[in-house]
């Protein structure tokens, strides 16, 4: 079993950044990627980052030169730093992780996922 547990989250105003974090434990040996998704209010699921267990990273266009995703094998720990926020970043922002990933082309999606952290809350105002 996997447990994950973002924090970081918080409310900034446009142009701020954010540093979010999710920490994991439990059976993380066969975990081969690990991203961030964000949900707004009353919309779906999106990819925003991933990174496979080989380094490939992935990022949603909409985010691109403005977010990095990052980890620490060591701590376990997947971080993303939010720069240049915009009220359109708003939402919770969810770890995701999984054993079985599909081949790294594109952002992440969310139906591709088994493990989920609760989210931590971005608001851009």
């Known amino acids: ?12 105003q446009p142009g701020g950044s954010l540093t979010l974090s999710c920490v994991v434990s439990g059976s993380t040996r066969s975990l081969n990627c690990m991203g961030w998704f964000r ?8 990819g925003v980052s991933v990174v496979h267990s080989g380094g490939t990273i992935e990022y949603a266009d909409s985010v691109k030169g403005r977010f990095t995703i990052s980890r620490d094998l060591d701590k376990k720990i997947l971080y993303l730093q939010l720069n240049n926020l915009t009220p359109e970043d708003t ?3 969810i770890c995701g ?7 790294p082309v594109g952002p992440p999606k969310a139906a591709d996922y088994r493990y989920w952290g ?4 971005v608001t851009v105002s």
């Open 39 to 46: 949900q707004a209010t009353g919309k779906e699921r999106e």
């Open 1 to 12: 079993h996997v447990q994950l547990v973002e924090s970081g989250g918080g409310s900034v």
């Open 118 to 121: 609760q989210g931590t809350q």
């Open 97 to 103: 992780a999984e054993p079985f990933c599909p081949i």
């Open 91 to 93: 939402g919770s922002y």
